[in-house]
């Protein structure tokens, strides 16, 4: 009995001392974000006789259309190694539907943002050659679940809407490196689209 507990105290002792670092502090290691990989940026262009227009996207992104209805149409442009979604909306101008009226209800989605965000950045995108007027709002803050949102339209028949988010809890800081590369591949998503 007497060797069995000797035994088990200098098991103790050399656990204890074997754990230690020497200096006798401890100092925990600091939170780290995960890393992510980000795919090279490669385009090409979506063209359907579904849709009044075309556009080019990333090729690590799928596109889906959700709804096809006469007059509006939904799509996912899903980037499915981020759990990320632009979805996208078209509308057919005329009648009661107006550039205005769509401008204003793309603007509220924007605002109910508003209270979770820390900065609201927007921009305007004028292609006069191809009718292509825009507008992009950048989101910032902690908690935003929709970082980037932009319309687009022609003035006159086509209005197209479109809201970036990610399906996870936000965390602005970890998922910024993501935010910023969506971001860009929706920026040339407004800067190659064609009015057919």
């Known amino acids: 009995m007497k060797n069995r507990i000797?035994?088990?105290?200098?098991i103790a002792t050399f656990g204890i001392?074997?754990?230690?670092n020497g200096d006798g502090d401890y100092t925990p290691k600091p939170s780290a974000f995960y890393r992510i990989t980000m795919p090279e940026k490669d385009?090409?262009?979506?063209?359907t006789n579904i849709l009044p227009f075309t556009f080019e996207y990333p090729e690590y992104s799928q596109i889906k259309i959700?709804?096809?209805?006469?007059?509006?149409k939904f799509l996912d442009l899903t980037f499915s190694?981020?759990?990320?979604?632009?979805?996208?909306?078209?509308?057919?101008?005329?009648g009661k539907r107006t550039v205005a009226g769509e401008a204003d209800t793309a603007h509220q989605m924007v605002a109910i943002?508003?209270?979770?965000?820390?900065?609201?950045?927007?921009?305007?995108?004028?292609?006069?050659?191809?009718?292509i007027y825009a507008n992009t709002y950048t989101l910032k803050g902690k908690s935003i679940a929709s970082t980037y949102q932009f319309w687009a339209t022609d003035s006159t028949k086509h209005f197209l809407r479109g809201a970036f988010y990610i399906n996870?809890?936000?965390n602005y800081d970890s998922l910024q490196p993501v935010y910023?590369?969506?971001h860009q591949d929706i920026v040339h998503l407004i800067e190659t689209l064609k009015w057919k």
């Open 81 to 94: 190694q981020f759990n990320g979604t632009v979805f996208l909306t078209y509308k057919t101008l005329g």
């Open 180 to 182: 910023d590369f969506i």
């Open 66 to 72: 959700k709804r096809n209805d006469n007059d509006v």
């Open 17 to 20: 001392v074997g754990c230690s």
């Open 6 to 10: 000797l035994s088990l105290i200098l």
């Open 113 to 131: 943002h508003y209270n979770m965000a820390s900065g609201v950045h927007e921009q305007s995108y004028n292609d006069y050659d191809n009718h």
């Open 168 to 170: 996870s809890n936000p």
């Open 43 to 47: 385009y090409k262009l979506y063209d």
